[in-house]
């Protein structure tokens, strides 16, 4: 393959990523509203809460009679106690893919994932990185999401290093096996949070803090 098409491979790849992670959150629940323009954040997700009934609602929709027929009328108001205003709860999240290197091992492949963010942007700013896999019966690909906030970065990196924020710097590699688990063992860092807290974590984004 020659560059132009690595390049097309990778933008399928990642295109790939999003899609699936796309109909994941919208089964989950959420909005999806993907960037016009690459900025870093790639997706902005949205749903309504209701701050009465604690917890997330669709908005309610009253049927009322209009000129001798019943109308649906769509209201900002929660399903569930059909009173309080909904307030929409926001996640802005970026997306990495990839389909990692091979290794000398048939089922462990290197991925290198490369945060454009890094600091900690508060309790709404989320990473999905996204690990690939071709499964082994099927022509079929298997997607690990694993999810975590903006901070979390300091779990497994040290962001408080001068050079840090020099994005071509530093790169995370993470040893991910055809299961998804995450098989580097870090020396100063420790990377069993991407196993026991990031990976899969959808739970995540809903979070509401202080709740
Ligand atoms: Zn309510």
Redesign the pocket.
């Known amino acids: 393959m020659n560059d132009l098409e690595i390049e097309k491979k990778k933008q399928v790849i990642g295109l790939y990523g999003e899609m699936q992670l796309a109909m994941i959150l919208h089964e989950k629940g959420w909005q999806v509203h993907r960037a016009y323009i690459d900025e870093g954040i790639d997706f902005t997700i949205t749903r309504y809460w209701?701050?009465?009934?604690k917890?997330y609602?669709n908005q309610y929709i009253r049927y009322s009679d209009y000129k001798g027929k019943q109308v649906k009328c769509v209201t900002n108001?929660?399903?569930?106690?059909?009173?309080?205003e909904?307030v929409i709860i926001s996640r802005y999240l970026q997306i990495k893919t990839s389909e990692g290197k091979e290794t000398k091992e048939e089922n462990i492949r290197d991925f290198s994932f490369h945060p454009k963010i890094r600091y900690d942007m508060g309790t709404d700013v989320f990473y999905v990185w996204i690990a690939i896999f071709e499964s082994i019966e099927t022509d079929d690909k298997i997607c690990y999401f694993y999810i975590f906030n903006t901070a979390d970065v300091s779990k497994f990196d040290n962001i408080s290093i001068d050079t840090y924020q020099v994005t071509d710097n530093q790169k995370t590699t993470l040893r991910i096996n055809n299961k998804g688990e995450v098989l580097t063992k870090g020396i100063k860092y420790n990377y069993d949070c991407f196993n026991n807290d990031f990976f899969m974590n959808f739970d995540r984004l809903n979070k509401i803090e202080g709740l």
Do not use: A, D, V
């Open positions: 209701c701050s009465m009934c917890k609602s108001l929660c399903e569930h106690c059909k009173e309080t909904l």
